[in-house]
């Protein structure tokens, strides 16, 4: 028996709309060619031939291979040398969230149509590079990831990208007290983003915040469109958490929600709520990202 590999797997739009809930609106766009669907078919394509070139190198390996066929479905790692994602960064940050220190390694299945920043390979190379990787002959670096606790108690101790808190509807303003080292204070704004290094070239970035050095272990903050009284001055609306510090947010909202790593993962905050955010202790190994060391990773 061949090593244990993981392989993660996206479902495309066009097999989740059309094949599998049968949307008869987007059939006909797609038979209309609409620009507005007009890459879905093309993409799904680009996809499959990526799995079939995943599948191929590992029957060639004789890897034992556990097909997971949507994204966030549970799954265990612990007794595997690898888990490769095949999809983009949402497949590789949904999965990551069973992960601890097994490497994982992104293979970008469509890159014509999707963004692939945390895949270190793309579609036509996933072969030697699965092959590398199991091996022990890819970079490897670790990132940070997030804790976040909700009234003392754990939500997710693997947040990769980040954590966004905002009032349930989105044209509602969210309110809430934050406090960070001896800053204490009371905001209203559309909501803030917090998460570490890997999630500040997306959403914080977007937002203002700063682009981190990648293995960098500070979180950063950034506040949505703050409300500044006339007359006054916000303190904490951008702000780097060192990797020992803590940030405390104390919601003032009925109806608030904490999504995680992307809208499939949300919690509802109420009235009173406490949140924490702080570097976790369970960093992820990705592979192939271009920095970090070549070397074997033993999991421990």
Known sequence: ?????????????????????????????????????????????????????????????GADALWIRRAHAPY???????????????????????????????VNSAPSHSVGFFCGV????????????????????????????????????????????????????????VTLGRVVEEQKSSGFWVGPAAGSTAAQRSAGGKILPLTSPDLQLVVREPYTPEGEKLKVTRALIASKKELFVRSKIRQGRLFIDGPHEFTEIQMGDRLIFRRSPESLVVLGLGLGTRRRWARH
């Open 1 to 61: 028996m061949g090593p244990r590999v993981i392989v993660v797997v996206k479902r495309t739009a066009y097999r989740l709309f059309v094949e599998q809930e049968q949307d008869d609106r987007i059939a006909r766009l797609l038979k209309k060619n609409d620009p507005t669907v007009r890459s879905m078919r093309r993409s799904h394509d680009e996809h499959e031939a990526t799995i079939e070139e995943v599948d191929g190198v590992l029957r060639r390996l």
């Open 76 to 106: 265990d790692p612990d007794d595997a040398a690898l888990v490769v994602t095949v999809g983009g960064d949402g497949t590789l940050l949904a999965a990551s969230h069973q992960v601890g220190r097994t490497p994982i390694l992104g």
């Open 122 to 177: 793309k579609k036509g190379h996933a072969a030697g590079a699965i092959e590398r990787a199991l091996e022990g002959k890819m970079r490897a670096v670790e990132l940070t990831r997030m804790t976040v606790l909700l009234n003392g108690k754990p939500l997710s101790t693997r947040v990769l990208n980040d954590a966004l808190f905002c009032h349930r509807s989105p044209a509602a303003t969210a309110r809430y007290i």
